[in-house]
């Protein structure tokens, strides 16, 4: 004969891409025959949970022999996956039981998945989740692994804390000790923007031998967010060049550091134990990547590489032999600075906006144009090079030939501006961009393009010839126009003249 024991209810949460929703954990408990049910679209990774919970309670030495234990999580109609929702799911069954008073929870959300033994393990996600609590008038405390805690503690105006063990968590609801609280996540003079250098991971501009075109080039890429396609034999030091990026760009603002670090906590890819990623990010994933990982996807929806590069770096080397739908779907992303993924359970957007560095040989062998080396035929250069379509061409500002390091330079010790140097008047004029039009360059939407590059009579004519000229589309055009503005906040002109438009022009010249 059933029997009714309790019922308790725990707030939780489930994380769709980069957004949070509120899950209601509901436990209700007769006695009768030992059964554990999880309704309300719970996928397979909730219900490996009951075994989870299973062994962890059995740990705690709670055997709760002849309950009927019924868990449904609200809404039904929201996905939940992953296995976040273990922890309320126990405290719900523990509350509903006695083991916990009932107001020990109130104002609490809790996520964290069970290890077999017991302990308390970290979840994807958290940053986003403690945002979420953060903004919700209805939790007043969130409740999650220790794991997770340095980089939820990055959310502001939300009380946090954590623990590695169920059994710690529980001696803590019933007042018997302490959870571990928010941890530190910078030290004061770091949380003020700039006074610290970005972390260049150790390539420095001023390392790289020669290639002062390139180097040129890189300084307005970091200025104006602008694209790249480097060509050279190889060990020219394309990488190399690409990898000092990153360096000239200013530290990413608390702002920048969040949304950077939401997107590798859904990703899976924030260690356990770590906070806020002040690096600007460099991506560099290998040509074999699928069109899902480089631009997202999948039935959860994680975001891809172009997501992970947002407010940084991403390095495409190889270029023509990444696969041609994969290319054709970077179009989008670099057009929108963000990505749309539409599946089944539900569709998610990303955010990517990246400063693309593309690298590619000349030829098939590399050594075109080394004499004596190159044995490509003609035709065989030209399938090569069509590779990379027009359409993703149109979409890359700069093309910058990358010849090999003549013998003399290679003696030099070291040669032009330091990283920090450049990274100076990268940061003024990306200032002076942002109080003109609130955006880098790059970001300008086309409407007030001609209003924010005003350009003089010269350098309008020059423009013109280059339409006809170089065969620019109206997009390559518009690149172009961005691109001479950059040269001109590099040197601090309000107006764009015939030389910076003369040089933007040059950056598109015949490949
Ligand atoms: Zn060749």
Redesign the pocket.
Known sequence: MAKWVGSASVMSAAVMGLDVRPVSVEVSLIRGTPLMQIVGLAQSAVREGRERIRAAAAQLGLHVPGLRITVNLAPADLPKTGAALDLPIMLGILCANGDLPQDALDGTLAVGELGLDGSVRSIRGALPIALFAAANPQVARLLLPVANLREASAAEGIAVGGSESLTHILAALNGEARLRGPMTLLSPSVRTTGSRGPDDGGFDLSAVKGQSAAKRALEIAAAGGHNVLLSGCPGAGKTSLARCLPGLLPALEIREAVDVTAIHSVAGLVADGSGLKRARPFRAPHHSISEAGLIGGGTRPRPGEVSLAHHGVLFLDELPEFGRRTLEALRQPIEEGQVRIVRAAGSASFPAEFTLVAAM????????GTPG????LEE??RRYRRRVSGPLLDRIDMLVDVPAVRWEQLAEAASGDTSAVVRARVSKARARAARRHGTINARIPPVRLEEACRVGRGGRSLLRKAVTHLGLTARGYHRALRVARTIADLEGRGRVSEDHVAEAIRFRGPQ
Request: proline share 14%.
């Open positions: 040989n000349p030829c098939p062998c590399g050594f075109l080396r190159c044995r490509c065989t250069v």
